[in-house]
Structure formats: C-alpha cells, structure tokens
C-alpha cells in the first residue's frame, strides 16, 4: 500500500546517543518534511527537502540534520541527543498543491 | 515568511451543536489552505481543503470558507458527534509548493 513509514515507532535512549530516524514514503512524492511536536502540541517544522540532494533547515533544526539522497527516503538524524530533544517526531510527504500525508511518527525519549 | 493564527485553542460542545475554527494567514500569496484532524495518539489526517479560487467546498457534514481579502478561513462541523473530538489545525502554504505553515491547533471536544 502506497503510504509514509516510520520506524522507529517508539526509541528510549541515553544523552549524548547518536540516532537517526526513517522516514520512506512509496508515493513517488518529490517534497518530504520533518515536524517536531509534543502530544497533541503546535507542529514545528524542522527540516524539509523539495527533491533529491535538496534540503533546508525549518524554524527548529534542533540540532538536527537530514540528508535526500533517494526521493523514497529522508532519514533525520540526531548527533547527540539531549533530553530536550524528548518529543513526537512526524514525517510528511506530497506532491505540489496537495495535501501532506504524515507518518505514524516517532516518539523519543532522551534518559 | 507566512504567519498562521488560530483560534479558538479550546472548543466544548454538545452533540448534534455546529462548531467553527478560524484562522487568519498574513501572507496575500498562499493559495493553498487544508485542515488536519488529529485524534490522540494518531497522524494528522487531512479532512478538508481549499484553494484560492473557491470560497467554498463542503464534504458531507465539513465545510470550509475562504476570504482572500480578508486573509481568514474557517472550519465548520454540523451535527458534531464524539468522534469528531480531536486537535484540529489549520495550514496555508503557496501553490508553488513550499512549506505547510500550521496553526497552533484547536482541541474540539464533544460532549454527548
């Protein structure tokens, strides 16, 4: 089924770990984005790519980083997760003038 | 850079009442407006969404309007039951296709 996928759906980890999060999408969709949002909270974006080898920081890059090296696949990364980085992390996807569809998300949790 | 205000934070309503969330966007560009609802614990799931050239799109018991000179859209639910208690947000981005800018998001609870 042609759908946005995450993994992990759920992550505890130390401070200082590097993680990275995945994100594919089977859509064919050529933007791809990252939110951060607390249960039910703002979504804030992070990071967002319009196409291969094409990415840009969102208002919180929190440290992050992403990388868009296949239009299926955007994986965010953490270098050295801090527990303020303890949050629901969402991917989206689609195609221009459309609507997003989001992943089942991420939710982290930095000990 | 777009600007998307939302309100009210927090709606309460009897089943079978009408409810409405607005939002107002700053930027005279965006064409493009959707609404998400979020159930606890889920993705955002698109309900419903409009573009600049329409005032108006209904989908059963959903509608939204559109006011470009005024720069504010709404969100209307009738007959409202439990089930459409949720977080809703509003988004506005520019046809081109650049970044959804979202509403702070509004917690719809209905009571039966």
Not at chain 2, 53 to 77: C, M, P, W, Y
Not at chain 2, 93 to 112: E, P, R, W
Request: hydrophobic share 30%; charged share 20%; proline share 4%.
């Amino acid at each position: 089924e042609a759908d946005i996928y995450q993994t992990p759906r759920y992550l505890v980890i130390g401070t200082g770990k590097k993680i990275t999060l995945e994100c594919s999408q089977t859509m064919g969709h050529d933007k791809m984005y990252w939110y951060q949002q607390d249960p039910g909270m703002e979504l804030h974006l992070i990071h967002y790519s319009y196409g291969v080898n094409s990415t840009e920081k969102g208002d919180l890059s929190s440290e992050s980083t992403v990388s868009r090296i296949r239009t299926e696949h955007f994986p965010l990364t953490l270098e050295s997760a801090r527990p303020s980085h303890t949050s629901q992390y969402l991917c989206a996807s689609h195609r221009t003038g459309y609507g997003y569809t989001f992943g089942s998300g991420t939710r982290l949790t930095v000990v | 850079g777009e600007n998307v205000e939302q309100h009210p934070s927090t709606l309460s309503v009897q089943e079978g009442d009408s409810a409405v969330i607005k939002c107002t966007y700053s930027d005279s560009a965006s064409n493009y407006f959707p609404w998400y609802k979020q159930e606890l614990g889920k993705r955002p799931q698109l309900i419903i969404d409009i573009r600049s050239n329409v005032g108006e799109k209904k989908d059963q018991r959903i509608a939204v309007t559109l006011n470009k000179t005024a720069k504010h859209f709404s969100l209307h639910i009738t007959e409202t039951q439990p089930e459409d208690s949720a977080v809703y947000f509003c988004a506005a981005a520019n046809q081109a296709g650049t970044a959804l800018i979202f509403g702070k998001g509004t917690t719809l609870s209905v009571s039966s």
